[in-house]
């Protein structure tokens, strides 16, 4: 007979999870809805966008900015927690680096990554912790 081990508690708690996965990506693109409304046209500001025939989780909320790290530190000062979540492209990675890539080789690439923003997004996120974080980013922006 075999006891209880990590495994089959991970499993226990995974299934139970996994009842409520429908709700959580339904409320996070209720959140995505909210930002997209409150940030469009926001001057220098890049949106994400779901492709035509596909849905999205909305994991992330990642927006392009100008002077990111400036603004970024604007929101930490403001006790939000945004992040950068991919700030090396893919071609810089340390498993392409049998490639010899230089920098400069993708500059679009590399600029990108250094304009990248994750705002915070989560299912229980609120109306109001939107608002502020929004609030909080156009500050910065301007």
Avoid: C
């Avoid at 492709?51 to 989780?57: D, E, I, T, Y």
């Avoid at 900015?65 to 927690?81: C, F, M, N, W």
């Amino acid at each position: 007979m075999r006891g209880v081990d990590d495994d089959d508690i991970h499993a226990g708690i995974l299934s139970a999870k996994l009842k409520r996965l429908a709700d959580w990506n339904a409320a996070r693109r209720r959140a995505a809805q909210r930002y997209d409304e409150m940030l469009a046209g926001a001057p220098g500001l890049t949106l994400p966008a779901t492709l035509p025939g596909n849905l999205h989780v909305w994991h992330l909320y990642v927006v392009r900015v100008p002077r990111r790290d400036e603004v970024l530190k604007r929101l930490a000062a403001a006790g939000i927690g945004a992040g950068v979540h991919y700030p090396v492209p893919i071609h810089q990675q340390g498993a392409y680096r049998h490639r010899r890539h230089r920098a400069g080789d993708f500059p679009v690439a590399e600029r990108v990554a250094g304009e990248l923003l994750s705002l915070p997004i989560f299912a229980e996120i609120t109306p109001a912790q939107q608002e502020r974080t929004v609030a909080v980013l156009m500050q910065a922006l301007s």
